[in-house]
């Protein structure tokens, strides 16, 4: 499940753990989150391809950054698109054709005092 691997594989890249540790979580942050962390939504949506054998799957993709401090945030942010756009290859049991950052923006959180980044990518499986 893209899901999983996509958690797997963030966890398995040593400068996002330095800022991360294993802090990346399936749609919601855990309550009283003080520290640099991030949650992840995947949708999937099949697409035709004429003529072809292989199945494609396009996800859509929704990454929420938190952080305390916004020179953190930005300098995670710079890891997860370094890592994430133009990416294809393997994914634990994925195999990416195509990984695309589609918009980013900032804000922040009141109730839990955190700079936030929302990432949106499109990743296309087959």
Same mark, same amino acid.
């Given at each position: 499940?893209?899901?999983?691997?996509?958690?797997?594989?963030?966890?398995?890249?040593?400068?996002?753990?330095?800022?991360?540790?294993?802090?990346?979580?399936?749609?919601?942050?855990?309550?009283?989150?003080? #520290? =640099?962390?991030?949650?992840?939504?995947?949708?999937?949506?099949?697409?035709?391809?004429?003529?072809?054998?292989?199945?494609?799957?396009?996800? #859509?993709?929704?990454?929420?950054?938190?952080?305390?401090?916004?020179?953190?945030?930005?300098?995670?942010?710079?890891?997860? =698109? +370094?890592?994430?756009?133009?990416?294809?290859?393997?994914?634990?049991?994925?195999?990416? +054709?195509?990984?695309?950052?589609?918009? =980013?923006?900032? =804000?922040?959180? #009141?109730?839990?005092?955190?700079?936030? #980044?929302?990432? +949106?990518?499109?990743?296309? +499986?087959?």
């Amino acid at each position: 499940m893209i899901d999983i691997d996509l958690r797997s594989h963030l966890l398995s890249k040593s400068a996002l753990t330095a800022s991360l540790g294993d802090r990346v979580y399936p749609i919601r942050l855990p309550q009283a989150t003080t #520290e =640099t962390a991030l949650t992840y939504q995947i949708s999937g949506v099949p697409e035709v391809q004429v003529g072809s054998v292989h199945s494609v799957t396009r996800h #859509e993709l929704t990454l929420n950054l938190y952080s305390p401090s916004y020179a953190a945030l930005r300098n995670v942010s710079k890891l997860l =698109t +370094t890592e994430l756009n133009g990416y294809a290859g393997p994914m634990g049991n994925s195999t990416i +054709t195509g990984c695309y950052t589609t918009s =980013t923006f900032n =804000t922040f959180e #009141e109730e839990p005092l955190l700079y936030r #980044e929302v990432l +949106t990518f499109n990743i296309h +499986t087959n």
